[in-house]
T-cell receptor
Framework: GAVVSQHPSWVICKSGTSVKIECRSLDFQATTMFWYRQFPKQSLMLMATSNEGSKATYEQGVEKDKFLINHASLTLSTLTVTSAHPEDSSFYIC?????????????????FGEGSRLTVL | DAKTTQPTSMDCAEGRAANLPCNHSTISGNEYVYWYRQIHSQGPQYIIHGLKNNETNEMASLIITEDRKSSTLILPHATLRDTAVYYCIVRGITGGGNKLTFGTGTQLKVEL
């Protein structure tokens, strides 16, 4: 199946600093990528939809200025957690859909990255 | 997207079939049933999906009731590596950008 890769896998940072997480589709192009956040023992919560060449669409309650999303190419989306605080510590996961399958018989299978664990001290 | 209801947890003996149920009584005609699983500290992994017919692949089988209000994911010969949280999700293929909304899922524990 298609591969989505995230980097870094884990990161520790000091409170007040910014952290950038990359999401890449390795063998397909993705006009749309999705960013999720998962706290311990909880389910995945969708944060935002990243659209190539345009602004991201954020879910209700997610701060746009705090979680900056850039989707500059068909294979890369980045999530930057600005002025991180301990409550931002979480598991961040991205997913992407292969545009090559758009309109075809596939019904929108999404591929997920391995996740990035952020710890803010 | 329709809401789903799954048991919080299930146990299964290694080598036996694991049958994971999901209720989706409010599913609409154009919504598919998807199953993903998440092994601890990893991203979700696609398992299978279907509309109304039963489906089978190398990982699992999906049985959807005739009224489509419930479904069962079957892992025919569970192994220890199948221990994970299994998510049943229903969604349409148009609109919403194909985003998936995750519920709480079922924690499957496969034991010796």
């Amino acid at each position: 199946g298609a591969v989505v890769s995230q980097h870094p896998s884990w990161v520790i940072c000091k409170s007040g600093t910014s952290v950038k997480i990359e999401c890449r589709s390795l063998d397909f192009q993705a006009t749309t990528m999705f960013w999720y956040r998962q706290f311990p023992k909880q389910s995945l919560m969708l944060m935002a939809t990243s659209n190539e060449g345009s602004k991201a669409t954020y879910e209700q309650g997610v701060e746009k200025d705090k979680f900056l999303i850039n989707h500059a190419s068909l294979t890369l989306s980045t999530l930057t957690v600005t002025s991180a605080h301990p409550e931002d510590s979480s598991f961040y996961i991205c997913s992407a859909r292969d545009v090559g399958l758009a309109g075809g018989p596939n019904t929108g299978e999404l591929f997920f990255g391995e996740g990035s664990r952020l710890t803010v001290l | 997207d329709a809401k789903t209801t799954q048991p919080t947890s299930m146990d299964c003996a290694e080598g036996r079939a694991a049958n994971l149920p999901c209720n989706h009584s409010t599913i609409s005609g154009n919504e598919y049933v998807y199953w993903y699983r998440q092994i601890h500290s990893q991203g979700p992994q696609y398992i299978i999906h279907g509309l109304k017919n039963n489906e089978t692949n190398e990982m699992a089988s999906l049985i959807i009731t005739e009224d489509r209000k419930s479904s069962t994911l079957i892992l025919p010969h569970a192994t220890l590596r199948d221990t994970a949280v299994y998510y049943c999700i229903v969604r349409g293929i148009t609109g919403g950008g194909n985003k998936l909304t995750f519920g709480t899922g079922t924690q499957l524990k496969v034991e010796l």
